[in-house]
Structure formats: C-alpha cells, structure tokens
C-alpha cells in the first residue's frame, strides 16, 4: 500500500522523537560523574638523587578505596625547597641548588612525596690558568682552576687537588699557589671528580746584573796568594748565590800576579795586576780588583820556640819567623845569623841547633838583616825515661817483708842516682811500703807496688799468702749424740805453729762413714755441724786447706758416735 508524504514526513518525526525521548529517560537512570574520588595517593621513585641542573621525572598514581588505581586522575605536584629542586605540572623534576628538598603529589586533598637531594655537578673538564708560563727561581705564582659540565657551563666553588709532576723545581700548595725552586720544567695538575687539568711551568735561573769582589785592593809580596770573593746581585740589586754559577777569571798582568779558575790570586814579580771576573751568562756584569805585588823585605824575626826546657847534652833545633813590611811571612833561605848570649849554659849552631852544657837560664839571639829577637829557656837535667823494679813479683807468707828495688834510666838510657823516688802500695791494709822500697805485709791478697820519678813509673806485684795451720785442736777424740738431737756440733781451734788460734780458713771433713753421719765446718773455722742420718759410730778427719784448695797442716781425728733418739 502506497503511503503519502506527509504520512510518511510525521512517521519519520514520531520515530525521531521517541528515541529523543528514550535517550533522556537513559539519562535520567545513569549518573553522569566519570572518575571517583582519591582515597590514597603514592609516587614512585621514592627517593631521587640528582647533580645540580640534572632531571628526573617523578611519577603520581592515585588509589580509589578499594585499592584501584584512578585513570585520569589530576595529579598536582609541588617542591617544599624550590631553591634545591623544581616540578613541572608533568612531575618533571630539575636539580637548582646542592641540599635536600620534599617533592609532592597531591590528588583530591591526599598526598605522597618524593625525597630528592641534589649533589654537587660533576666535572666533565678543568682548565687551569694560565696554561704555560715561566717563573725564575724563588718567584711564586697564583695559579687557576675552572671546571665546567658537559653543557661547558662553570660550576662554581669546586675545590681541586693540586699536584707537581716534580716539586724539587716547582711546589705547589693545596690553593694552587706556585713556588720556583731550581731550573727545570714540571707540569702541574689540578684535579676534580677524576678529571684533571694540566699547566706547564719552566723555572729559569734568576738573571746575574752586577757582580763585586772583596777586597777590592790587595797588596801582597812575591809568592804570597789571595783569594778574592765574588758578590752576585741580580737586576734588582739583590745579592743572588754564586753557588753552581760558571765565573772566568782574568789577570792583565800575568808576569806580576796569575789567577786560577777559581779565582786564587798569586804574587810572582813586583807590580800591579787588575783581576777580572766575568760571569759566563752575562759578561757585561764582570767586576774587578787591583793587586799590589812588592819584593818581601825582613822587618821582623820571631823565634817561635819561645816556652819550654833544655836538657843537658840533648840538643834541640831552634826556628825563627821571618814577616816582611806588609806581614807576610817570608819563605825559608834567607840568611840569618844564631848567638848565645850565655855561652857556658847553652851553645848554638848556624843554623839554630842549641845544646845544653850545664844547668840555669840561657838566652839564645838571632839576627835577620837587622830584625834581632832573643829567648830565654832553662837548661835542666835529662829526663827519668823508665822506672825498672826487682824482683817483678814475689810472693810471702802473712807478716814477712820483701825489698823491692828501683833501678832509674834517663831519656839517654844511662842509669841516674840522684832523682826522688816516691813509693805507693795499691792497698797499704794488706802491704804497706817504706821510702826505701821495703815491703811489710799485713794481710793475705795480690797488692800493686808502684815507684814514680818525676812523670814514669814501675811496678811489681806481690801477692801476701796467709799465715799456714799447723793444728786442728779439739776438746776430745771423741763426739756423741742422739739421732734427734735438735743441735749436733763440736768446737775446734785452727793454730799456726806458734799456737795462735787462725780464723776463717777452709777445712776438708771427711766422714770413714756418711751413711751415719757427714761434718761441715762453719764460717768462722771454729765449729764442726754434724748432719746425722743413722744410728752408728764414723770417725771424722779433719785438715786444713791453703788458697790453693791444698792440704796444709796436720791431721786431725776425733770418732762419732750418733745414739738411738730420745723419746
């Protein structure tokens, strides 16, 4: 069936305006808010470390509060040190200054942060400045040193650590300041975060100006040498050391007076020379000094053997020193004439050999071409060379006397009676000696016996051996006591063969049975200790012992008897 337009027109119409209608009744059942609210916040890295002008982007999730994550959701972001560090709207952080500082992000009042601290920019390069340069020695110099990141940008207040490829020519401290010490070239190095950057400083020697030489003027006589020194000053007139400098002397005038390379001047004929030193590097700053060369001419004589003796028939070489007029010493040959101004005491040769003849004061002269000195000296006997004693050594009983001689030589060797001998004894307690050389002993020991005249001496040795024991006396033969006994001891008397009692000597007791009994004398020598162990009698042989751990003397027997003990 065929539909009209207009019906057509109006369905088309209902049909529009119903889903019109359909739509907003949809709409009307559905809630149109498209994102929930934020119930908590996190932002990721949690911790962020950057060198100044460095960047990082930091990430802001929001979280609804069932935990899932909210797409779309606006997340601000904010710095609490802009100073240190910087956001973007993106999270987008940048690294301003060296601190710390609290990144942000904020969704619907909840928030998570970000701590981020910013360390010093690291140095891509250093230069130092200057880059060359020449120093003369004892010069110093301030060096430079700039470090700039890899966008060549400076960084400011970077500390550097300063090196010398060898500071023997240049040192250089911690703040980059230079020091020339000797010629040489180093290359110095500032370092930073493991770069480094390099200077190259030649050190030159400090230039000579003028030089000067002291003294100035000499006069010297024919053979008689000087030793000029040389002053360096450098350009600004400051004394420099000479010390490794190449000098060149020069004489005008050789035939009166040579120069060697070290500058020593010698006179050789009367005349005048000028002396010239020219320093190697700068010959314009050579200086001079005038030489004066006369003929020596005696003005004065000095014997110089002025103090001391002479002995009698021992002759002895006198000298005598010539000074010509400007004090220089004259050199040996020329002519002088020796007298003795006291003939019977002291004869003199031609050539100053004096002997003495008899003994008291003598008095030598000498004459140079007019220059007179004389000297008055003692003539006394020859002296005592060695002091021999006889016998060298000797050995005596306790209380007996030995004579010890002295037998007295000259220097000559000739045997003299007529000089003072003094005695001494090491230890007069155990030996005393006379004036005469007699020797008394008084106690046992070695003692030294010494005779000196005037500064020699000799000495022998005697050694004083004790008085011997003759007798060992005893109260009884016989000895007897309890094996308990708390003391078991008997007495003895030690006794020369004058019967005088002798103490403190060693005695040997043996026992014919130590199985019973054993004996010990004690310090004194004037008791026996018995050690027992048994019951039983052993007889005890006693004798006495000289230094030499000898028997001396007679034997002595007495029997012991040790009984059961006691209750």
Avoid: H
Wanted: aromatic residues 2%; proline residues 4%.
């Amino acid at each position: 069936m065929r539909v009209s337009a207009p019906i057509a027109n109006f369905r088309a119409t209902l049909r529009a305006t119903s889903t019109t209608l359909a739509l907003i009744g949809l709409a009307g059942c559905l809630d149109l808010k498209t994102t929930a609210d934020a119930c908590t916040v996190s932002v990721a890295p949690a911790s962020l470390t950057l060198p100044v002008n460095g960047a990082s982007t930091i990430v802001g999730t929001a979280f609804d509060c069932k935990g899932n994550s909210i797409r779309n959701k606006k997340i601000s972001y904010s710095s609490s040190n802009t100073a240190v560090a910087t956001v973007t709207t993106e999270g987008n952080v940048i690294a301003v200054g060296i601190g710390g500082a609290s990144v942000s992000a904020v969704a619907d009042g909840k928030s998570a942060s970000v701590q981020v601290t910013v360390t010093p920019e690291a140095a891509a390069t250093v230069t130092v400045t200057p880059s060359t340069l020449t120093l003369r020695r004892t010069n110093t110099r301030q060096l430079t040193a700039t470090a700039r990141n890899n966008q060549n940008t400076v960084i400011p207040g970077r500390t550097f650590r300063w090196g010398s490829s060898n500071s023997s020519i240049v040192s250089v401290d911690q703040n980059g300041l230079l020091t020339a010490l000797t010629p040489g070239t180093v290359v110095i190095s500032a370092e930073a975060d493991q770069t480094t950057g390099n200077a190259t400083v030649t050190v030159t020697e400090i230039p000579i100006g003028s030089c000067s030489l002291a003294p100035a003027t000499s006069k010297l006589t024919v053979s008689q040498s000087v030793q000029p020194a040389i002053t360096l000053r450098d350009t600004a007139n400051n004394v420099i050391s000479s010390l490794g400098r190449s000098i060149a002397w020069t004489s005008d005038n050789e035939i009166a007076a040579t120069v060697t390379g070290s500058g020593l001047v010698t006179a050789r004929k009367a005349g005048t020379a000028r002396i010239t030193a020219s320093p190697v590097e700068n010959t314009q700053a050579s200086c001079n000094a005038t030489v004066e060369v006369v003929d020596a001419r005696i003005v004065s004589a000095v014997i110089t053997t002025r103090s001391g003796s002479l002995r009698i028939g021992i002759p002895r070489q006198f000298q005598v020193s010539l000074t010509d007029s400007v004090g220089g010493a004259i050199p040996a040959g020329r002519a002088v004439t020796w007298t003795s101004v006291t003939p019977a005491i002291a004869s003199v040769t031609s050539n100053g050999l004096v002997t003495g003849i008899a003994l008291g004061s003598a008095r030598i002269a000498v004459n140079a071409e007019g220059a007179v000195d004389t000297v008055n000296f003692t003539v006394t006997k020859i002296p005592v060379a060695t002091v021999r004693l006889s016998p060298l050594s000797s050995s005596i009983v306790q209380g007996g006397t030995v004579q010890i001689n002295a037998t007295i030589e000259d220097s000559t060797g000739t045997a003299v009676t007529d000089r003072i001998v003094e005695w001494t004894s090491s230890d007069p307690t155990r030996a005393a000696v006379s004036s005469t050389g007699l020797v008394t002993t008084q106690a046992p020991g070695t003692v030294t016996i010494t005779a000196t005249s005037e500064t020699r001496s000799g000495t022998s040795q005697v050694t004083v051996q004790p008085i011997p024991v003759d007798t060992i006396v005893v109260t009884s033969g016989t000895y007897s006591a309890a094996l308990n006994a708390p003391s078991k001891s008997f007495a003895i008397q030690l006794r020369d063969a004058n019967g005088n009692q002798i103490f403190n000597r060693s005695v040997s007791v043996q026992s014919s049975n130590p199985g019973v009994a054993t004996g010990a004398i004690n310090g004194t020598a004037t008791q026996v200790n018995i050690s027992a162990s048994a019951v039983g009698t052993t007889t005890f042989t006693m004798r006495a012992l000289n230094s030499n751990n000898q028997p001396e003397g007679k034997t002595t027997t007495v029997t012991v008897t040790i009984t059961a003990s006691t209750p």
